[in-house]
């Protein structure tokens, strides 16, 4: 089957780090390139982060830009949104989406995981 | 940074009527525009590429059209399957990719 499992959520204090994973199976994961979009409690989507399908490549969301790090482990199909000195904004559903290319820049994001929750509460 | 400015908020429509939701961009963006569709508990699903591409197995009865800047898709006979919330995505100018804040489509 293919999908996007993402992992890792939870409820942290403000200042503190958490680590994000998505997992993907049922297609060639290292061929693609792997969006992080999250979205507050309900509001709408907000891109955060992009990696290349071989890591070469990393881009960040101004509101992110210095506090997350998106990396790759292609012998685990995986892929990881670390996160530290987390704010209360920053409270939200965190998705993994599939970029068609593998630079990204294609057309959509094709495939999209279930999510995993973060909140930031004192 | 591209804004996308979404029409209306939201929609209330009967079954087997048609659905109009727009999307605008502040500058232009030719076709690169994506449309998703998102239900509660869910991520979002893709169904619209290039404007007007429909994604493998989505229903005939959705459609995108426009160029530039002025964006629509239509949901033709909506089902109760439809009643959602969609959200326009650019992918022209990047990073940052962004979305319109959505529109609800419910059940009238």
């Known amino acids: 089957q293919v999908q996007l499992v993402e992992s890792g959520g939870g409820v942290v204090q403000p200042g503190r780090s958490l680590r994000l994973s998505c997992t993907g199976s049922?297609?060639?994961?290292?061929?693609?390139?792997l969006h992080w979009v999250r979205q507050a409690p309900g509001k709408g989507l907000e891109w955060v982060a992009v990696i290349s399908y071989d890591g070469s490549n990393r881009y960040y969301a101004d509101s992110v830009k210095g506090r997350f790090t998106i990396s790759i482990d292609n012998s685990r199909n995986t892929r990881y949104l670390q996160m530290n000195g987390l704010r209360e904004e920053d409270t939200a559903v965190y998705y993994c989406a599939r970029d068609p290319h593998i630079r990204a820049g294609g057309p959509g994001f094709d495939l999209w995981g279930r999510g995993t929750l973060v909140t930031v509460s004192p | 940074e591209i804004v996308l400015t979404q029409s209306p908020a939201s929609l209330s429509v009967s079954p087997g009527e048609t659905a109009t939701l727009s999307c605008r961009a502040s500058q232009n963006i030719r076709t690169d525009l994506a449309w998703y569709q998102q239900k509660p508990g869910q991520g979002p699903r893709l169904l619209i590429f290039e404007a007007s591409t429909r994604d493998t197995g989505v229903p005939a009865r959705f459609s995108g059209s426009g160029s530039g800047t002025e964006f629509t898709l239509t949901i033709s006979s909506l089902q109760t399957d439809d009643f959602a919330v969609y959200y326009c995505?650019?992918?022209?100018?990047?990073?940052?990719?962004?979305f319109g804040q959505g529109t609800k489509v419910e059940i009238k």
């Open positions: 049922g297609f060639t994961f290292r061929s693609y390139a």
């Open positions: 995505q650019q992918y022209n100018n990047w990073p940052p990719w962004t």
